[in-house]
Nanobody, 126 residues
Framework: QVQLVESGGGLVQAGGSLRLSCTAS????????MGWFRQAPDKEREFVAA????????LYAASVKGRFTISRDNAKNTVYLQMISLKSEDTAVYYCAAVVSFGNTIYAQTGSYRYWGQGTQVTVSS
């Protein structure tokens, strides 16, 4: 069992930056592949980025590639999502997710993840 807590969301102007953090409970954070997802009003939750258990594999959605960077610090039980050049269409609730994995396996589907945080709101004003 792992509990995930996101932070770092807020209101930012278009073109601005934010860094989201997701901190996990427990002492086995390095066993989990991690993902970031987002959900805008009246839309389905969508994949943003994923990172393998020790960071050897990373994947981004096409809509954020080149603007968002996922990273992790296993010593701090934390995964980050650095977001730059934000656009109004990035407005959503951002969730982090975790699943036990092996090697460099990463996942882009919501159904692959077992544990979810409560979400943090990101609002980009144009």
């Amino acid at each position: 069992q792992v509990q995930l807590v996101e932070s770092g969301g807020g209101l930012v102007q278009a073109g601005g930056s934010l860094r989201l953090s997701c901190t996990a409970s427990g002492r086995t954070f390095g066993s989990y592949a991690m993902g970031w997802f987002r959900q805008a009003p009246d839309k389905e939750r969508e994949f943003v980025a994923a990172i393998s258990r020790i960071g050897g594999s990373i994947l981004y959605a096409a809509s954020v590639k080149g603007r968002f960077t996922i990273s992790r610090d296993n010593a701090k039980n934390t995964v980050y999502l650095q977001m730059i050049s934000l656009k109004s269409e990035d407005t959503a609730v951002y969730y982090c997710a975790a699943v036990v994995s092996f090697g460099n396996t990463i996942y882009a589907q919501t159904g692959s993840y077992r544990y979810w945080g409560q979400g943090t709101q990101v609002t980009v004003s144009s």
